[in-house]
């Protein structure tokens, strides 16, 4: 059974930090493209991060380029994504997503194959 929990969403003021995990099981992370994707209230959800099972590549959204830092850490098979200097328009429930296969660069929900429940993540003074 494939499955994906997200955790480390929470309460945090503008310009502070959160690091969210994902935790797969049924597979190993290694051998799957991971993404991590966002969900405001009442808005589509949008692509954050992802690394590629391609080539192990990480691509940035716009929004989250030069902020979020997306990383792998092979021996927990946890796919964590850093969010500094975080918005208030960064507030929503973030996803993690994998897939079997997935080449570099930036790719839709539809891409993916397994999703988790999602974290909140809520960026107010």
């Known amino acids: 059974q494939v499955q994906l929990v997200e955790s480390g969403g929470g309460l945090v003021q503008p310009g502070g930090s959160l690091r969210l995990a994902c935790a797969p099981s049924?597979?190993?992370?290694?051998?799957?493209?991971v993404g991590w994707f966002r969900q405001a209230p009442g808005k589509e959800r949008e692509g954050v991060a992802n690394?590629?099972?391609?080539?192990?590549?990480?691509y940035y959204f716009d929004s989250a380029r030069g902020r979020f830092t997306i990383s792998r850490d092979n021996a927990k098979n946890t796919v964590y994504l850093k969010m500094d200097s975080l918005k208030p328009e960064d507030t929503a429930v973030y996803y993690c997503?994998?897939?079997?296969?997935?080449?570099?660069?930036?790719?839709?929900?539809?891409?993916?194959?397994?999703w988790g429940q999602g974290t909140q993540v809520t960026v107010s003074s």
């Open positions: 690394i590629a099972s391609s080539d192990g590549s990480m």
């Open positions: 049924g597979f190993i992370a290694e051998y799957y493209a």
């Open positions: 997503a994998a897939a079997k296969w997935m080449g570099a660069g930036p790719q839709t929900p539809d891409r993916y194959d397994y």
